[in-house]
RNA sequence: GGGGGGUUUCCCGAGCGGUCAAAGGGGUCAGACUGUAAAUCUGAUGGCUUAGCCUUCGCAGGUUCGAAUCCUGCACCCCCCA
């Protein structure tokens, strides 16, 4: 039913530069195949790649054949595009690593078993660790003249600059990515790359390596870099660490939290760019923000829709489920396992079995203990502030005791300093 | 090689021999407001058994009743002249 990928995508914002005019019929004739890289920089991918993953789940909605590449090789030598030096180069044991993770969750974006039109996963590394050196430069090196490599942005901005410059390992870059355009075109009839704004050097260096080697005519889009309204990479937290894919480095609870807070000014595109929604719902969320930011549908529905997608139901329930007590009011009635499920990645310290029996524990040392405060003396402060809480109920008094009647459940005592910076104190058994 | 300046609590930076745990700014933390926002405002920001005590001002000594402030030596940094 749905056949105008290109229309989808234009309205979207998604097209940033096509090299063709004719690219949406040439894409409404046929099912394509296309790809798009992905450098296996670590074991997991981060927010900043789910736009191109989700540009692949798109044309495969579509009807097309989307190739996920990995760049094991490319991965190797480093993409100067966007960078201002020269990079550390990766082992290839992490290579090796990072690439069995990227591929592990590949599989939950894009559809490997599709009838008429699967994914397909490719590790460059497959084709290219079996190039000689004389090899590659008599058959592939031959085709690039210098001067035109040289005009490329990616490497002028290097080596315009003074206290930069550039490596011939990664002014030979482009090389590789290009004659990956060229092998997928020969073993999966591979004729359209995308990628961020800042690959379209590499992309067009990669068409017309098609053309001389294979007088083929092959396509290139890109599409925009997905920053929020201060220019700033979409994808990182206040703090400054990485949003990740994987739940393990973070959280669903966090991943489902990192969306609903993004600004008013950023969650249309993020809605436009990341989620599947309709033209409609997103236009009436917009209509809905203008309205009355403060209901946040839009972050609320942005949250839902890429939790879902990323962590599935189960996760998403949890990470909704969690946000609920942390932001809800006092904590009671529950037992051990709810908390557990609520409070995965909180920090917790194990307390003696008898610890808040009799006299109990007093509250700045289980600020401390549970490493909420660094010392007494801070700890003291934040409670004379009114900054502490026990299970989401302030607490005044420094010289408070903690007793077993402060346990939300049967062994967990949940200690909350300032907004939502929790910590779980938990009764060792007998 | 010669001359001069510097090293302060997370960062920058002020600091008369006593009244300096050390101005001010930034950052951070907490509170109020709010939409789990932005902006704004308020408070806090070495440790402790917290109206008191203890340990900090490059390092090691010394002078003094008393030193971040004076003297000596050491380490590192910067500038000027060769």
Known sequence: MPNDIFADLTWRGLIYQATDEALQSWLNS????????????????????????????????????????????????????GKSEERQLL??????????????????????????????????FTWMSGFSYLEF?????????????LAKDSVRSRIERADSGISYTEFSYMLLQAYDFVHLFDHYGCEL?????????????????GRRMRSAKLYGITCPLLMDSEGEKIGKTAKGTKVWLSPERTSPYLFYQY???IPDADVGTCLRYLTELSREEIESLDASRQQDAGQRNSQRRLAEELTQIVHGAAGLAAARRASEVF???????????????????????????????????????????????????????LVQQGGVYVNNRRMTDPDYRLTSADLASQTVVVLRTGKKKYALLRLASE
């Open 30 to 81: 046929q099912p394509r195949s296309l790809y798009i890289g992905f450098d296996p920089t670590a074991d997991s991918l981060h927010v900043g790649s789910m736009l191109p993953l989700m540009l692949l789940r798109r044309f495969q909605k579509f009807g097309h054949r989307p190739i996920a590449l990995v760049g094991g090789a490319t991965g190797m030598i480093g993409d100067p595009s």
């Open 91 to 124: 082992s290839v044991e992490s290579l090796r690593h990072n690439v069995a993770g990227i591929e592990r969750q590949m599989r939950v974006f894009l559809d490997f078993e599709a009838a008429g039109n699967p994914a397909t996963l490719v590790n460059n």
């Open 137 to 149: 430069l008599r058959d592939i090196g031959k085709n690039f003249p210098v001067n035109v490599m």
């Open 193 to 209: 790359q995308l990628g961020g704004s800042d690959q379209w050097g590499n992309i067009t260096a990669g068409i017309d390596l």
């Open 259 to 261: 969306w609903y807070n």
């Open 327 to 381: 932001f809800g009011g006092e904590i009671s009635g529950l037992n051990d396992s709810q908390l557990n499920e609520i409070f995965p990645d909180v920090p917790n310290h194990v307390l003696q079995a008898g610890a808040l029996q009799g006299d109990g524990l007093g509250l700045l040392d289980a600020l401390v203990m549970a490493g909420l405060a660094g010392s007494r003396g801070e700890a003291r402060r």
